[in-house]
Protein backbone atom coordinates (compact mmCIF):
# COMPACT_ATOMS: atom_id res chain seq x y z
CA UNK A 1 0.00 0.00 0.00
CA UNK A 2 1.37 3.13 -1.04
CA UNK A 3 0.69 6.44 0.75
CA UNK A 4 0.28 9.70 -0.75
CA UNK A 5 2.51 12.59 0.63
CA UNK A 6 -0.03 14.99 2.81
CA UNK A 7 0.70 18.86 2.24
CA UNK A 8 0.67 20.72 5.20
CA UNK A 9 -2.46 23.07 3.88
CA UNK A 10 -4.70 19.42 3.60
CA UNK A 11 -6.12 17.96 6.30
CA UNK A 12 -6.83 14.15 6.41
CA UNK A 13 -10.45 13.60 4.42
CA UNK A 14 -9.32 16.68 2.86
CA UNK A 15 -9.71 17.02 -1.31
CA UNK A 16 -6.69 18.11 -2.89
CA UNK A 17 -7.68 21.60 -5.46
CA UNK A 18 -8.80 20.67 -8.81
CA UNK A 19 -10.05 16.99 -6.89
CA UNK A 20 -13.65 16.25 -7.34
CA UNK A 21 -15.98 12.79 -5.86
CA UNK A 22 -17.21 11.48 -8.76
CA UNK A 23 -21.21 10.46 -8.05
CA UNK A 24 -22.58 7.89 -10.42
CA UNK A 25 -26.13 9.97 -11.85
CA UNK A 26 -29.38 7.33 -11.31
CA UNK A 27 -31.50 7.80 -14.73
CA UNK A 28 -34.67 7.09 -12.63
CA UNK A 29 -35.72 5.31 -9.60
CA UNK A 30 -34.52 1.26 -9.91
CA UNK A 31 -36.92 -0.88 -11.45
CA UNK A 32 -38.94 2.53 -13.17
CA UNK A 33 -39.35 3.85 -16.19
CA UNK A 34 -41.14 6.91 -15.35
CA UNK A 35 -42.09 8.59 -12.19
CA UNK A 36 -45.50 8.09 -10.95
CA UNK A 37 -47.41 11.22 -8.98
CA UNK A 38 -49.80 9.04 -7.84
CA UNK A 39 -47.52 6.37 -6.06
CA UNK A 40 -46.54 8.60 -2.96
CA UNK A 41 -44.20 5.98 -1.67
CA UNK A 42 -41.48 6.45 -4.51
CA UNK A 43 -42.28 10.49 -3.69
CA UNK A 44 -41.00 10.24 -0.52
CA UNK A 45 -37.53 8.52 -1.37
CA UNK A 46 -37.05 12.06 -2.87
CA UNK A 47 -38.71 14.11 0.26
CA UNK A 48 -37.19 15.37 3.78
CA UNK A 49 -38.39 14.26 6.74
CA UNK A 50 -39.19 18.30 7.12
CA UNK A 51 -41.10 17.54 3.92
CA UNK A 52 -38.72 19.59 1.78
CA UNK A 53 -37.87 18.35 -1.41
CA UNK A 54 -33.84 17.00 -2.13
CA UNK A 55 -31.12 18.50 -4.30
CA UNK A 56 -30.42 16.83 -6.92
CA UNK A 57 -26.52 16.28 -5.70
CA UNK A 58 -28.75 14.27 -2.96
CA UNK A 59 -31.11 12.58 -4.63
CA UNK A 60 -28.44 11.65 -7.53
CA UNK A 61 -30.73 12.18 -10.56
CA UNK A 62 -29.81 14.49 -13.83
CA UNK A 63 -31.48 17.43 -14.18
CA UNK A 64 -34.37 16.44 -16.65
CA UNK A 65 -35.71 13.59 -14.20
CA UNK A 66 -35.17 15.73 -11.21
CA UNK A 67 -37.74 18.54 -12.62
CA UNK A 68 -40.06 15.29 -13.60
CA UNK A 69 -39.60 14.69 -9.79
CA UNK A 70 -39.95 17.66 -8.49
CA UNK A 71 -43.51 18.67 -10.53
CA UNK A 72 -45.00 15.24 -9.85
CA UNK A 73 -44.53 16.00 -5.87
CA UNK A 74 -45.61 19.34 -6.21
CA UNK A 75 -48.89 17.83 -8.37
CA UNK A 76 -49.43 15.21 -5.40
CA UNK A 77 -49.46 17.98 -2.71
CA UNK A 78 -52.38 19.73 -4.59
CA UNK A 79 -54.15 16.24 -5.19
CA UNK A 80 -54.05 15.40 -1.27
CA UNK A 81 -51.93 12.16 -1.90
CA UNK A 82 -48.44 13.82 0.54
CA UNK A 83 -49.00 15.76 2.90
Known amino acids: ?3 KKRDNNTRPGQRDKG ?3 LMKRRRVVEGM ?3 NLKDPE ?3 K ?3 DHGKIMPTRATGLNTK ?3 K ?4 I ?3 RVMGLLI
Open 65 to 67: NQR
Open 1 to 3: MIR
Open 46 to 48: FIT
Open 33 to 35: SEI
Open 74 to 76: HRA
Open 19 to 21: EQR
Open 69 to 72: VRQA
Open 42 to 44: VLR
